[in-house]
């Protein structure tokens, strides 16, 4: 017979009632709590420091976590990633949608694996002189390659997979409870096999709806492998994605689908969470999904949650998780700060905030430069925007910026080269356009 994942005494469970956030907020009591974003109490079971690598896994919602998380300051080990073969593409081959292709992966990497193990699992082609890595993600881990080519980019991933050892907190982002299972080798893909691949071996592969038990199972499985072969401080953060099901295998809507995959992902993460100590779940699911729509996604798909809403998130959880430090705002809240024309302020923070990680570098520098510009102060406002170049040097917005620096500073040759440069990334850009036309006639 099952056990309850959390027994409580009556009268400790009546105390709890006096929690300033136990009851749901309504509209005459608690509705800052729900409006404009949701704001959700939560207490840490552990911390994080500042200097403490980390590495996120798992699905799509995980790389929106690592860039915010970056643009916080942290040291984001798995953003780090190097080139397989794949360029710019790569970040989307490691996505992991279900919790089967992530404990695949952490086997592989930690446990080890043949090469004839690797490559059973692999679907050939027409031909069968090009073969695909199912287990890869995204759409570009269907483009057929040969063979040793695809062994040496999964040999190359799961080396890389394996420098969570060393991480001290790991961020786990469940996707979703869709699998597809490999009959001929009993192990379960991360994405679907295509149409073609289907019909050339149509006996091959299942669509599998895992359960809540299977769902527990792997995240155990995951947690012992971590156990087993990382630091034995080792903590982990846990996430259920809020992105839905772009579509269901299953025949039927896809909101009930998607339905049945969050609810039962999110319930499996408080049983696992509730069992382990050193494991803890950030509502981020919860914060996506009671917002209001337009301030949660992506307007033009409904599907991606935008950048401003996952640096509320993450900022919300490191301020949670870090103790004794300020964190440096978002970038959006920067952003709006500039354009409340707090430029004091902004300098203030940037100044309070020397051991940034580089991105989070980059976009404080990009504002201070801005702020500094407004208050004269040319030099500190240039050497602000030449050292966010040099850390993010396709910014345009910042080869604008310092353009009219150097313009207010008498340097127009120099300006005009910035402005040229940027015009060399994007032909068409506005505000290039209008420096490089007022800096010609200048002439």
Not at 162 to 171: E, F, G, H, W
Not at 230 to 236: H, I, L, P, V
Not at 321 to 332: D, S
């Amino acid at each position: 017979m099952s056990e309850p994942i959390d027994i409580i005494p009556a009268a400790a469970a009546y105390a709890n009632l006096d929690h300033p956030a136990s009851r749901y907020p309504k509209p005459d009591r608690g509705k800052e709590r729900l409006v404009p974003l949701a704001n959700i109490v939560h207490e840490p079971v552990f911390s994080i420091d500042q200097d403490d690598q980390i590495f996120a896994i798992g699905s799509c919602f995980a790389r929106e976590i690592e860039r915010a998380m970056m643009r916080l300051g942290f040291d984001v080990v798995s953003k780090n990633l190097g080139d397989v073969g794949a360029g710019e593409d790569f970040q989307w081959l490691r996505n992991k949608f279900t919790t089967k292709s992530i404990l695949q992966d952490l086997k592989w990497a930690l446990d080890g694996a043949t090469d004839d193990e690797l490559a059973a699992t692999y679907a050939t082609s027409d031909d069968g002189k090009t073969w695909t890595n199912l287990g890869f993600g995204g759409s570009h881990a269907t483009i057929p390659v040969a063979l040793d080519e695809l062994l040496v980019a999964h040999r190359l991933w799961l080396e890389q997979i394996a420098l969570i050892r060393n991480c001290r907190v790991v961020v786990m982002t469940l996707g979703l409870s869709e699998a597809w299972y490999d009959s001929r080798t009993g192990t379960y893909t991360n994405i679907a096999p295509t149409r073609q691949v289907v019909a050339s071996d149509p006996e091959r592969y299942q669509m599998h709806v895992l359960s809540y038990p299977q769902l527990l199972e792997d995240l155990e499985a995951c947690w012992s492998l971590l156990r087993k072969h990382c630091r034995a401080d080792q903590k982990m953060l846990l996430t259920v994605s809020p992105v839905p099901l772009h579509a269901t295998f299953r025949g039927q809507d896809v909101m009930t689908a998607n339905c049945y995959s969050k609810s039962t992902l999110r319930a499996v993460a408080e049983a696992f969470c509730m069992a382990h100590g050193d494991v803890a779940y950030f509502p981020s699911y919860e914060i996506v999904t009671l917002a209001d729509r337009k301030e949660a996604w992506v307007s033009a798909d409904y599907r991606h949650v935008n950048s401003t809403m996952v640096d509320h998130i993450m900022h919300a959880a490191m301020s949670a998780y870090v103790e004794g430090i300020a964190l440096m705002p978002t970038r959006h809240a920067m952003q709006a700060m500039v354009l409340a024309k707090q430029h004091a302020a902004v300098v203030e923070v940037f100044e309070a905030n020397g051991g940034l990680g580089e991105v989070a570098q980059s976009y404080a520098l990009h504002y201070a430069g801005i702020c500094y510009t407004a208050l004269g102060d040319m030099k500190l406002a240039e050497g602000c925007l030449r050292l966010a170049l040099e850390r993010s040097p396709k910014n345009l917005q910042t080869m604008i910026r310092l353009g009219r620096v150097l313009v207010r500073t008498d340097r127009p040759t120099e300006a005009l080269q910035l402005a040229n440069r940027a015009l060399q990334h994007n032909p068409k850009l506005g505000i290039a356009l209008k420096l490089r036309d007022r800096l010609t006639r200048r002439r």
